[in-house]
DNA sequence: CGGTATCCGGCCAGATACTG
DNA sequence: CAGTATCTGGCCGGATACCG
């Protein structure tokens, strides 16, 4: 597997300002897109545990995220209708077309993030303030 | 191809709220990112080159994006030291790494974007604001 | 050509309180 | 349990002007 010049050369529409693809791409390019999306590739999931799994999201965030990927039909919501409430989320099947995408993103987030951060460690020593003059 | 439970379940550090691997993916989760690493890997590009092709980016967003990948050892900055200025940005191999992950998401909102913006009308439609009564 | 520096409005997102 | 409503500070990013 290799991105090749043809590869990158057949992306046209998200590199155009105007194209409705870059309004996708932007809906997609969320650290909570990213974490969710991928999460429902596996199963149905209550709004409880996603809160739980998903360390750091607020209730507010989680909600509008969840709304926007139902909006854009990426995102099943099913309502029991019980009491007490119980609400499930699960991927239609264009969510799961892009979950297959978002998963190797993830994977490569945390297989490179130690050489990420030694990077930045080395670069942030050789860029640091001159001010400081040493 | 299809996203498994086990797949998925592989993935644990990303949703540790606290994991370095976490800090990787929010650097990922960027329009301009997911535009720019892809456009670098067929070849070394100039910044003049970027500014025209990744549209709607300004020179503030376009240099703000490239030094922070170059911080995290994504992009290498070849300046030729030459009058007038001549600078290439090209993809290190941990970078190629990365667009191997992201192209296929650009792809993907191509692919899909008439989809996505019929489902958002679809809700919209449905969901009309009920104050104004018909 | 390839950037910096500075100003500033707008929206993002956290915190908090409340509801069916 | 699964949300909504409201307030607010912060920072994101566009616009503009300047520099080697």
Known sequence: MKTTIAQVASLADVYSKDCPSRAALELVASKWVLLIIPFLAAKPVRNNELMRRVQG????MLTQTLRE???????ARIDYQSVPPRVEYQLTEMGRSLSHALLPVDQWAEKHHARLTAARQAFDEVN???SRGN
């Open 69 to 75: 990927l139902e909006r854009n039909g990426l995102v």
């Open 128 to 130: 640091a303030d001159p």
């Open 57 to 60: 999201i607020s209730q507010k």
